[in-house]
């Protein structure tokens, strides 16, 4: 009985058998860690991000020439034209034909013992098997089309987002490593003329031959690191070079690496990143999908009904096709009702909702892995402004321990193995700060994607092309 009345009612008014989409529980705390290592969210008005203007030319050179984003692209364009494909299976497909026929038949078959030949034409305009969506099979598939095609959508800006913390990343290593760079050149130009010093010592008979080869190691250790520093400053700018998708000018004007390039982002609450994380978006127009394939499952159980009509003329003679009483019609109308197949109806049904049921875990541990990433960022966020004051804390002494190992080298107090040691603790100190100092702004980057981007970017994409914007809280299938 049940049934059959929602056969009845389907049949006087059509209906969706798609389930009543309600977005899951977020696996998540209502706040973010507080207190301790964590800073609390920023509640001033969103700045730029990136905020060199070198970086932010880069970035846009990225966004226009970048060949994976312009795959994520077209894919966003192929899966909508897959949508439209679908959708256009809601409504009959209207075609016009015209046949022409002349035909010899032999003696033996005209049955009049002579050949003959014949002719007929005729013109028809009609729909063929067009599909009455009753159970509302056709439109579960046309919204599944439209919700993919809005998670590709959600993948491209994914992508979009990756690409610029990439350039971002790749362009902050290529300045810390010109730093580093140039603080080896500087440091081997002081060994150069500790060496020369220790030399002339040497000569004088003030220096041993000892002294002279610890001298030289100090030099050698250090040509080492320029040629490190070389290899890395040019391989960065391969890189860049890659995710920009051009050439990079080697002489780009550079601000000095300090935290100012990337300012702090908001982190608001981790409801927020229902709405802003495109990944979290984008599983869950998957889970909407999967969701309306359940439906598409369930109406393959009810019968099916379509419609081939066409209506035009017929004529034996070509001159004639348009004269009166040369009208021709067809109505054929077809039920196809399911009565036995083996359970595989059943089978599809089940496969459809544990496709939701994968989607729907999927869905979760996309919000748990965003939490999680915003969780470290807020704590690096501190634990790196603690790191660096300590750093140059450390560099400052180790200076303070250069400056008087070297005058107490000279006035001869101290022997070269001091002086020495001051040396390698100095260049040390000085390019862990200069590490320290990226790998801050690198986690700056990490935060700023994992919260989804700025402020006020609206994450649905807009209307094209006859597609509406969804809302992923929301599901255009209703309870059958």
């Known amino acids: 009985m049940r049934t059959l009345t929602l056969t009845l009612a389907c049949l006087l008014g059509g209906c969706s058998l798609i389930p009543h ?41 990225a966004l226009r020439n970048n060949r994976d984003l312009r795959v994520a692209a077209l894919n966003v364009e192929a899966f909508q034209a897959q949508y439209r494909i679908q959708r256009a299976d809601l409504f009959p497909a209207v075609s016009a034909s015209a046949v022409g026929k002349r035909q010899k038949l032999p003696a033996d078959v005209t049955g009049t013992g002579q050949s003959a030949i014949t002719s007929s034409y005729s013109a028809t305009l009609g729909l063929s098997a067009y599909e009455l969506d009753l159970f509302g099979r056709v439109r579960s598939l046309s919204e599944q089309a439209m919700l993919t095609y809005l998670g590709t959508e959600q993948a491209r800006r994914s992508a979009q ?107 608001g609450l981790p409801s927020d990143l229902l709405q802003r994380r495109p990944d979290i978006l984008q599983a869950e127009y998957q889970l909407q999908a999967a ?46 009702l399911p009565i036995f197949n083996a359970g595989s109806l059943r089978a599809s049904l089940d496969y459809a909702k544990l496709q939701k049921d994968i989607s729907v875990a ?29 750093q140059r804390d450390f560099v400052a002494a180790n200076q303070t321990y250069y400056n008087l190992a070297q005058h107490r080298y000279r006035s001869g107090v101290d022997s070269n193995l001091t002086f020495l040691d001051a040396q390698r603790a100095l260049f040390s100190s000085q390019q862990a700060l200069i590490i320290d100092r990226l790998a801050q702004l690198v986690a700056h980057v990490r935060l700023y994607t ?11 994409p807009t209307a094209a092309a006859g597609i509406p914007p969804a809302s992923p809280g929301h599901s255009a299938g209703k309870t059958g």
């Open 291 to 336: 969701n309306a394939n359940i439906g598409a499952a369930r109406a393959a159980f009810f019968p099916s009904v379509s419609l081939t009509a066409n209506t035009g003329s017929a004529s034996t003679e070509l001159s004639g096709l348009f004269k009166g009483g040369s009208g021709t019609w067809t109505f054929q109308p077809q039920i196809n």
């Open 362 to 390: 999927q869905y979760e541990k996309a919000i748990q892995a965003a939490f999680q990433e915003v969780a470290d960022g807020l704590a690096a966020r501190q634990t790196y402004t603690d790191q660096l004051a300590a």
């Open 21 to 61: 989409y309600q977005r899951p529980a977020a696996p998540i705390p209502a706040q973010y860690p507080q207190g301790g290592v964590y800073t609390s969210a920023v509640t001033t008005d969103w700045q730029p991000v990136f905020q060199d203007p070198a970086l932010q030319q880069l970035i846009a050179e």
């Open 161 to 267: 987002l990756s690409l610029v913390a990439n350039v971002a990343n790749a362009y902050l290593t290529w300045r810390a490593d010109q730093e580093l760079l140039a603080l080896a050149q500087q440091t081997l130009a002081a060994d150069d003329h500790s060496l020369h010093l220790t030399q002339r010592s040497k000569n004088a008979g003030k220096a041993s031959a000892l002294e002279v080869v610890q001298a030289r190691t100090s030099v050698e250790s250090t040509r080492a690191s320029v040629a490190r520093y070389q290899r890395q400053v040019a391989q960065d700018l391969n890189n860049l070079a890659l995710l920009v998708g051009a050439p990079v000018d080697a002489t780009l004007p550079a601000r000095p690496l300090t935290t100012e390039l990337v300012a702090q982002v908001p982190a």
């Open 450 to 460: 994992a919260l989804g981007g700025a402020w006020g970017v609206s994450a649905a």
